[in-house]
């Protein structure tokens, strides 16, 4: 095998088929000694980490990946045949269909390496495959050939032979659209026809009888059950199109023996499943759209307030269609949704009801997004910010670093905030901040930055307090329209143990300065965030200080939510490490 072929980027293989439990210590000491290996990195998914079961590995030189391709495709590890192929970064040659053939009605003991050695009479292969599922061989495969000459060699020797006792079909391969296409055209012209709801008194006779006046039929067959009654439907096969189309537009709907027919063209389970799916996606289509912006999510409700008590307190800006509370065990899970009937409505309760205290709590509320969404849009923020970032000259600014121990100062930071972005060879950067569009306040008598506490000013301030009762787990809001009016000095905060100081809430927040406030959220997340995420948490809660002051506050005090956001954020940064990772082999492949 030439390992200057086409398609073939130089010494990297792609390896399938892998246990879930292979890593890349265990690809590096099987590879090892057929040469120098520059890298191996086995793909997983991003959020959850696990292996999708197949491998990239870079030689040092192509000599010693043809000779790990000819001499280990199919050993076994973990229990698994491994399949090696030339990797393909270009999916051209893949889609283009050249040199590609299928192969169907396999004997079950046929596998890869069986596949494999069948055919490479015929030419150099380029990936071969039996498709399997969980009981094994699903009885087809395919073969890709490096020329097309070798595939149509293949097709006119091996096409209608005995492969272990039993005749296959090889033919030229066809893309899902190409079969699709096909396929529609035979639907069209259908001769077998469905029949069901007659009931048990109906035998094959009778229903030759009832059909047979349309034209000449072929077969007819009622179903039966073991017992030998009928199981209410059958099969009538017709010799002409055009008299299966007369019974079905005649017969549809008809009553025979009390009972409403049901009369069709005869489908395959695999189209039927094909259509139940066309139309699920459909429904679900149509009910998004329908749902597009009247339907609002709510979270950080009281235990006490239900359906009724939700649809009341939005009642007042419009008509609702449904209010519900979700709940577990008979438990309000503190979120729920609203529906309105026009966006306007929904629009308006947004504007009102976000961040108002109802019984103890203040509320979150925004428009309900499904989770893909919110991914999407995170993931779009951060590759957004990483094309701004590649386009400025030079690092600007890091992520969320906070002093070393567990001593965290409030010192006024430069207009250059934290960002989300991890260090890394393209320096992290991105536009200012919200959080600084004001300017900085005047910098402080500090000498030299050190980690522990500082010596507070004695603040002069005064504050009006609305009169609200506040739980000592909540932190409230101030509802919207009331002003808090603050008059104060500079204020420079004590530094406090993270372990021991007070929880942060909305009233300490209004009374710092804008450009410390995130400084403040900021020393709350990073401890929580660094004992799930240690290596991640400085880029995870930049990520987090993007998000407005109030809904931190929310995240502070509910664990549940805050874990999701996080788990979101670090998807967000695997998902750019995966890209990243595949840019720079690229970029090396290209280079070597």
């Known amino acids: 095998m030439n390992a200057s072929g086409p398609g073939y980027p130089l010494a990297s293989l792609y390896v399938g088929d892998l246990h879930t439990d292979v890593t890349e210590a265990m ?32 030689f040092q030189q192509p000599a010693d990946a043809e000779r ?81 000459e070798a595939a149509n060699k293949a097709i006119e020797t091996m096409n209608g032979m005995l492969l272990n006792d039993r005749k296959v079909f090889v033919g030229h391969f066809k893309s899902r659209r190409e079969r699709e296409a096909e396929f529609g055209a035979r639907v069209m012209e259908f001769t077998n026809v469905y029949i069901k709801n007659f009931g048990e008194d109906m035998n094959d006779d009778r229903l030759q009888e009832i059909f047979s006046k349309y034209g000449r039929t072929l077969s007819v067959k009622v179903m039966m059950d073991s017992a030998g009654c009928s199981k209410g439907f059958g099969f ?54 329908r749902y597009q ?7 950080n409700l009281d235990d006490g307030i239900d359906d009724e008590r939700l ?76 094309a701004t970032m590649r386009a400025l000259p030079g690092p600007l600014l890091c992520s969320f670093q906070p002093p070393a121990g567990y001593f965290l100062p409030s010192i006024p930071q430069p207009q250059t905030r934290a960002a989300f ?6 320096a992290p950067v991105r536009p200012a901040p919200r959080w600084n569009a004001q300017p900085s306040r005047p910098p402080s008598n500090i000498g030299t930055q050190t980690i522990g506490a500082r010596a507070p000013t004695s603040p002069t301030f005064s504050r009006s307090i609305s009169q609200y009762k506040y739980s000592p787990v909540v932190r409230n809001v101030q509802p919207l329209g009331t002003v808090t009016p603050i008059s104060m000095q500079q204020v420079i905060e004590p530094a406090v143990h993270i372990h021991g100081q007070e929880p942060l809430t909305a009233s300490m ?37 993007e998000i407005d002051n109030s809904e931190l506050l929310l995240l502070l005090e509910s664990p549940e939510s805050l874990h999701s956001k996080i788990e979101e954020a670090v998807a967000v940064l695997q998902a750019h490490q995966i890209s990243e990772s595949n840019h720079k082999s690229s970029s090396a492949a290209f280079l070597l």
């Open 68 to 148: 790990a391709l000819d001499t280990m495709n199919f050993e076994v590890i973990k229990g698994r045949p491994i399949r090696i192929m030339w990797s393909q970064r270009d999916p051209g040659l893949r889609k283009s269909g050249v040199g590609n053939i299928f192969i169907k009605n396999l004997d079950d003991s046929i596998d890869n390496k069986a596949l494999y050695d069948t055919f490479s009479a015929f030419g150099n292969i380029l990936s071969c495959k039996v498709v399997c599922d969980e009981n094994g061989s699903r009885g087809y495969g395919f073969v890709h050939f490096e020329t097309q």
């Open 311 to 386: 649809r009341k307190e939005f009642s007042p800006y419009g008509t609702i269609t449904s209010a519900k509370v979700m709940t577990e065990g008979g438990h309000s899970k503190g979120f729920g949704f609203v529906c309105f009937s026009s966006p306007e409505e929904a629009t308006k309760a947004v504007t009102e009801m976000n961040g108002r205290i109802v019984s103890t709590k203040p509320l979150y509320v925004a428009l309900a997004q499904r989770k893909e969404e919110r991914k999407a849009i995170l993931t779009n923020q951060y590759m957004q910010r990483l």
């Open 293 to 299: 912006g009247v339907n609002l999510y709510v979270k």
């Open 421 to 426: 972005y991890s260090p890394s060879p393209v």
């Open 236 to 289: 009538v096969n017709f010799e002409k199109h055009e008299d299966a189309q007369k019974a079905v537009e005649d017969m549809n709907g008809k009553e025979v023996n009390g009972r409403m027919l049901y009369v069709g063209r005869a489908q395959k389970r695999v189209e039927r499943q094909s259509e139940l799916k066309r139309r699920f996606e459909q429904m679900k289509q149509e009910r998004v759209s």
């Open 509 to 545: 927040l209004a009374a710092a300065p804008p450009q410390e406030q995130k400084q403040m959220l900021g020393e709350r997340l990073y401890p929580l965030i660094h004992a799930m995420h240690p290596s991640l948490a400085g880029k995870i809660t930049g990520m987090l200080l």
């Open 27 to 58: 690809l590096y000491e099987k590879f090892s000694p057929a040469g120098p290996i520059m890298s191996i990195r086995v793909c997983r998914d991003v959020a959850t980490r696990r292996s999708l079961g197949y491998a990239y590995i870079n």
